[in-house]
């Protein structure tokens, strides 16, 4: 057990290269590389299978999806969303030359508040795009409810929830649309990657033109969409690693149970939060750090990176907190007190399917050896 290897916070599967070979023959032989080629047709139509949905369209990457969302549903205005994210949640509206409106996040599950929402409502305001954090579900029925109330559309930021059921059911069947990611750091990956699950087969129509320049024929363009083509090597990549995505999440599961036993009985670290009736993805093991603990968040992940272990705050700095947002009104520390808690005490630790036991154990010998000082 060497001291000196590193552990970053996540490491992407990729499956054995000769499993790939044939399939990349097939696209060799083909000469089809992309604009909604055999893969990726193959692949919308296992991951529609897979994840339990109606209807989803591949991207390029999650944020164009985002984009691209809010372009299907001709959001204006005012977008409430959360400062607790990625800064491609806030980016994606500020894209669409839309203002994001930030609410503030519940402090165990991260997520928007239904009070929050309804509070940050003016009549401007066009749409919701809550993030359902580290694959923790949002309050997706009150969510609906303040939606239908005020007539909003909800988009949800689904990047962290790939795989996730809530209730029985697939969490992303909740909302107008929701966005996965495929990025190389996310659950399930193509690389690079994304796509918009929505419910009904016009959408998706309207979707796919938006993703090819707003073209719906050669010679009729509705709209001025953006190139959001996934390739067909990426969506090859993609049927291949869907054959593997039930074991990876698995093993995750497996690693978030040595954390828990070996974390549970410290003083000031909150484990993360699980909310009943769902079926997680361990997508991320986020712990906080509070008051309690002899030492303050920083000074556990600097002891942690002197010894070679990546941990990341995720999601530290907060999107209000960024140059490009932190003048408007929404942005006030003093508005967002739950969320300005979380960027300070969150640490999310080394998670991933190739993450060895023996990696597990040292994370957790190295954070509670830091209660000695
Ligand atoms: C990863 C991520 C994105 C962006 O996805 P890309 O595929 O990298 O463009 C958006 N939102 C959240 C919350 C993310 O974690």
Request: charged share 20%.
């Amino acid at each position: 057990m060497s001291a000196d290897k590193p552990i970053y916070v996540t490491q992407p599967f990729l499956p054995p290269l000769d499993d790939f070979i044939p399939y990349l023959r097939e696209i060799w032989d083909a000469k089809v590389l992309t604009n909604g080629g055999p893969f990726h047709q193959r692949l919308e139509a296992a991951l529609v299978e897979h994840l339990g949905i109606k209807h989803l369209s591949l991207f390029t990457n999650g944020t164009l999806g985002l984009l691209t969302a809010l372009q299907t549903l001709q959001v204006t205005g005012e977008v409430i969303t959360t400062p607790y994210s990625f800064a491609a949640t806030a980016h994606s509206v500020m894209w669409n030359n839309l203002t994001p409106v930030f609410a503030d996040i519940d402090p165990i599950t991260c997520n928007l508040t239904p009070e929050s929402i309804e509070q940050a409502i003016t009549p401007r305001t066009t749409a919701i795009m809550p993030v359902h954090c580290y694959g923790t579900p949002c309050d997706v029925d009150r969510i609906q409810q303040i939606a239908d109330t005020h007539g909003l559309k909800v988009i949800y930021d689904a990047a962290h929830a790939f795989g996730v059921r809530y209730r029985g059911e697939s969490l992303l069947n909740h909302g107008d649309l929701s966005v996965l990611s495929f990025h190389a750091t996310k659950v399930y990956t193509t690389l690079e990657g994304g796509a918009i699950v929505c419910a009904d087969a016009a959408t998706k129509k309207r979707i796919d033109h938006l993703k090819n320049f707003g073209f719906a024929n050669e010679v009729t363009v509705l709209a001025a969409g953006i190139n959001g083509k996934m390739n067909e090597v990426q969506a090859a990549l993609g049927l291949l690693q869907l054959t593997h995505v039930d074991r990876l999440i698995a093993r995750r599961a497996q690693i978030a149970s040595l954390y828990d036993e070996g974390l549970r009985s410290l003083d000031g670290i909150r484990l993360p939060f699980r909310l009943p009736d769902t079926q997680p993805n361990h997508s991320y093991y986020p712990i906080f750090i509070g008051s309690g603990f002899p030492v303050g968040r920083d000074a556990v992940y600097a002891r942690l990176r002197e010894q070679s272990v990546y941990a990341r705050r995720y999601f530290y700095p907060l999107l209000s907190d960024m140059p490009m947002y932190r003048d408007l009104p929404s942005a006030a520390p003093e508005h967002l007190p739950h969320a300005a808690k979380a960027a300070r005490e969150v640490l999310c630790l080394p998670i991933y399917p190739a993450l060895p036991d023996d990696d597990v154990m040292r994370v957790i010998e190295l954070i509670r050896s830091c209660r000695a000082g």
